[in-house]
């Protein structure tokens, strides 16, 4: 490999997180440029592809992750497994990754049932959501996202690698939901859609 990949390979083993574009340029300095740094990713990418470990490009950077092959093995490490989420959690967390920036009544609307406090501060711990800020209508409510622990956990880039969603309800339906006297007789967000989030976080357990 070459002395600048291997300058990155030892910047991202050792970081704790994933290392951004901007991050190894400001770390190698001005003399390297965007088009070097990306050769040299690239090298890491194919030198990594067929070994244990793989470097890959997730939440905006890079990071080396344990290939999905050798999952079970790596996980008999740890004897002790995270506490997993409750079935309400993963529908609120799929409604929020799918139309994010939203608010806790529209959850609800779309769920059809309440959404506890305790419920938005596991995710919230987790770094899966966070606060954007506040809507613009009476109450202020708060917006609610994905944070970026969403993205790293789940060895997405960015959102747009997220499952493709075309059966959600329109913005129509939920404000009429939200808004009208039956908001808590809502139907749920897609069941397909529910499953393949489901299907992630127990991959990333």
């Not at 609610?144 to 747009?160: N, R």
């Amino acid at each position: 490999m070459s002395v600048l990949s291997c300058q990155i390979e030892a910047l991202v083993l050792a970081s704790d997180e994933p290392v951004s574009l901007q991050k190894m340029r400001d770390l190698l300095g001005e003399s390297i440029s965007s088009a070097d740094i990306r050769a040299a990713l690239a090298e890491l990418e194919t030198w990594y592809s067929k070994r244990g470990i793989h470097f890959v490009q997730v939440s905006g950077g890079w990071q080396f992750r344990t290939a999905p092959a050798h999952g079970k093995l790596v996980r008999q490490l740890w004897h002790v497994k995270p506490p997993r989420l409750s079935r309400s959690a993963l529908e609120t967390l799929a409604i929020i990754a799918y139309r994010q920036p939203t608010t806790r009544a529209e959850i609800e609307a779309l769920r059809g049932v309440k959404v506890s406090s305790q419920m938005i501060a596991t995710l919230q711990e987790r770094g899966w959501i966070k606060v954007l800020g506040r809507k613009e209508v009476p109450g202020r409510p708060h917006l609610y996202g994905t944070g970026k622990a969403f993205l790293t956990d789940f060895g997405l880039g960015s959102l747009k690698d997220l499952p493709d969603s075309t059966q959600l309800m329109d913005e129509d339906e939920i404000q009429q939901m939200v808004n009208g006297p039956f908001a808590q007789q809502a139907p749920v967000v897609d069941q397909v859609e529910i499953n393949k989030s489901e299907q992630m976080i127990e991959s990333h357990e």
